[in-house]
């Protein structure tokens, strides 16, 4: 099947989204019922996305699994299967996400391994892939992204003049090789003491003018979460606010949280998530520790990069996706799309056509709406005018 198809994602409604971004970035009339937190455009059994061909709809993991070396090329098939190495998402934040992070490819294989061996063990993962992952803001978006240095945290804790978090302090004050001791000690605080301990930050913040951006934070944490040790967690992480067109990187063992916004997010296709807090559901610090890098992210932000006229991308160190940004105007003619193997191209603005570089059948996108290109169709070009997103395997 060369050609270029209608590609429909899934919609997931997670609590924290938005009732108002996917139905405001699809033209949807009214906000949705229910809130909406990531739309799904990928292969990933947890929600494949659907591509309409001449047969009618099928599931893009049935299409890969049927022909992996039509869909993915040769070369991608032999490395990662039958399965489509990446994941596209627009994600939609109205209120903040756990502190998680991810670990790296060969933790997940042998945890997974181990974990399903044993049907005791805690079932800390689906699957035995990684998740690096990266996110570019289609609006400001803040975000909580890898370790800043421990003198300012240490200082910002310091702050809020509560004697019993002098050991945590003290870690923070030996350098990045305190960090681990530190993250131990807030995640396992006595559960007895939890809920008083977050009270005396929310009733020291207020009153605490250095640093207040990061007490109005720990304030917000609080009021949703009472009780969660993950608040003071969150105040030794760099606070991040992207502009459009800004991008974050969160590689294997960072710990990192969205709060609000909305943005496209690229992973490796995994659903393995470690939790640190500020969420009702499970946490391990155990195994938590064991993923994390305790190291200090000096500059959270990936700069982006024009490889071609009106093309953009992040570079960032992974095998498994690329992602481009395309600024199609009236004047310029089809542009070749860029990227290697099977590509989904996704519609920001506008009103642009995706379509094989020879006598391709057009495949309309607009906002909201998807197309894929298999391997196997070769040369693509997008002709129109608006903002698309590309995902790709990287070369």
Not at 321 to 340: N, V
Not at 359 to 387: C, F, S
Request: aromatic fraction near 6%; charged fraction near 20%; hydrophobic fraction near 45%.
């Amino acid at each position: 099947m060369a050609a270029v198809l209608p590609l429909h994602g899934v919609i997931r409604p997670y609590a924290w989204g938005s009732r108002t971004a996917l139905a405001g970035l699809q033209g949807r009339s009214a906000p949705s019922d229910a809130p909406e937190a990531e739309l799904w455009l990928g292969a990933h059994p947890g929600d494949p996305s659907t591509v309409t061909g001449p047969d009618g709809p099928v599931s893009l993991a049935t299409l890969i699994g049927d022909d992996p070396k039509g869909q993915l090329g040769a070369e991608v098939a032999e490395e990662f299967g039958d399965r489509l190495p990446y994941l596209m998402k627009v994600l939609a934040a109205e209120a903040p996400l756990s502190l998680q992070a991810h670990p790296d490819a060969d933790y997940a294989k042998q945890a997974y391994a181990a974990q399903e061996a044993d049907p005791t063990a805690p079932r800390n993962y689906t699957d035995a892939y990684h998740k690096p992952e990266m996110l570019v803001a289609l609006t400001p978006f803040d975000a909580l992204c890898g370790f800043r240095a421990p003198d300012v945290s240490a200082a910002v804790l310091e702050g809020l003049r509560i004697h019993r978090l002098a050991p945590v302090i003290a870690a923070l004050r030996a350098g990045p090789p305190g960090l681990r001791e530190a993250v131990r000690a807030l995640l396992t605080w006595p559960a007895e003491d939890r809920g008083a301990l977050i009270e005396d930050v929310v009733a020291a913040a207020p009153a605490v003018e250095e640093y207040a951006r990061s007490y109005i934070l720990a304030t917000d944490l609080a009021g949703r979460h009472p009780g969660d040790p993950g608040v003071l967690v969150a105040l030794l992480l760099n606070q991040v606010r992207l502009a459009p067109g800004e991008a974050i990187w969160m590689p294997a063992g960072n710990l990192h949280a969205y709060l609000s916004g909305t943005g496209i997010e690229i992973m490796a296709a995994s659903d393995n998530v470690l939790r640190g807090g500020l969420t009702p559901k499970r946490v391990d610090v155990d195994e938590l520790l064991r993923v994390l890098r305790f190291e200090v992210l000096d500059d959270p932000i990936v700069p982006a990069t024009q490889v071609a006229p009106g093309v953009l991308t992040w570079r960032v160190p992974v095998r498994e996706f690329a992602l481009y940004r395309m600024d199609l105007t009236p004047a310029e003619p089809p542009m070749r799309l860029p990227g290697e193997g099977p590509r989904i191209v996704l519609g920001i603005s506008g009103d642009v056509f995706v379509a094989e570089a020879v006598d391709g059948t057009p495949v309309e996108v607009t906002p909201g709406t998807a197309a894929y290109v298999p391997a196997e169709t070769g040369p693509a070009t997008v002709a129109g005018v608006g903002e698309v997103f590309v995902a790709a395997v990287a070369s």
